[in-house]
């Protein structure tokens, strides 16, 4: 009968694809890890790693192995979640990672005054892209994302928190700050400054101007992993760029006007909690969730018949 140390051993080698690393992680020695790894493969009667490849594999036995086993030790977690749940405890450490066009607007409002009213919360947060926070929930690597939904993936769960309107954000001297709305029409599609590829903003940009040869001005192409630097840029180069609601009410009152909505009805990105299926902190999210809706806009936090972008 497996152990939960060789579970975890499993685990901690599938994440990693490492024996080193995955030992270091699991705070043992290799030879202590490798031999417990080759103690369940022989109690079981197959491998579980190739470990002839570098990085190491599983074999296809191991992955329905190594998937059981996540689930088992996630189960077993649950235990110690129920015992403080029922003795009225909210501790433990919840590891969270956050996409680069919500973290500095989106962490400042919550984590200070969430650690301030649970101080036995750990919370290691961890920006990321959308596919990275995907593959680490796989891997258990995190706990759970704050993303952009909707994410058609059967292994995870979403909680939707809130909704936020895009915005374009002109430079002064654009002329478009007179009119209540803009179209794909009224931009100049060879000043409109864009994301990196990688983003799921940069998709939904493209997505609302119902465009793919957006491109920027021949003497100067850039794309930017940051919002705050394209923000600049419009403010130093011209252009104009779309932001999300609360970056943009991080914009100063003196340039609060430069700020235009994007189509004659508004449109939205749906942003959500998103955690495995296998989930075992759920009370503690449910918390997190709570305390992060309170920090927003009431306006924000329901889908009414808000129009919802999606991204590829």
Request: aromatic residues 8%; hydrophobic residues 40%.
């Amino acid at each position: 009968m497996p152990t939960l140390i060789q579970l975890e051993y499993i685990v901690a080698v599938d994440t990693w694809r490492h024996f080193a690393t995955a030992a270091e992680k699991s705070f043992v020695t290799q030879p202590t890890l490798s031999m417990q790894i080759k103690k369940l493969e022989e109690e079981l009667g197959l491998i579980i790693f190739d470990r002839s490849r570098q990085p190491v594999v599983p074999t296809l036995a191991g992955e329905a192995i190594i998937k059981q086993a996540r689930i088992v030790l996630n189960e077993s977690l649950k235990i110690t979640e129920l015992v403080r749940q029922l003795q009225g405890q909210i501790a433990g450490e919840l590891r969270l990672g956050i996409i680069p066009t919500l973290s500095p607007y989106l962490l400042p409002r919550f984590a200070g005054n969430f650690l301030k009213k649970y101080p036995e919360v750990t919370l290691q947060i961890t920006e990321m892209l959308t596919g990275q926070i995907i593959e680490a929930l796989k891997k258990d690597i995190i706990d759970a994302g704050i993303l952009v939904t909707p994410i058609r993936n059967q292994e995870l769960n979403s909680i939707p928190l809130f909704y936020e309107k895009f915005v374009l954000y002109a430079a002064a001297g654009e002329g478009l700050t007179n009119l209540p709305y803009i179209t794909e029409n009224n931009l100049d599609e060879t000043r409109f400054w864009l994301l990196a590829s990688g983003h799921c903003f940069r998709s939904q940009a493209l997505n609302i101007c119902n465009t793919r040869r957006l491109r920027q001005q021949d003497s100067l192409q850039f794309e930017s992993g940051s919002l705050e630097t394209l923000i600049r840029l419009v403010d130093t180069e011209g252009g104009v760029t779309l932001i999300p609601e609360l970056a943009a009410l991080d914009i100063p009152a003196s340039r609060q006007n430069q700020l235009i909505q994007f189509g004659q009805e508004p449109m939205y990105r749906e942003v959500s909690l998103v955690y495995s299926r296998n989930f075992a902190k759920e009370h503690l999210l449910k918390v997190l969730e709570k305390e992060i809706r309170a920090t927003l806009p009431h306006n924000m936090q329901h889908k009414d018949s808000k129009t919802i972008v999606e991204f590829e």
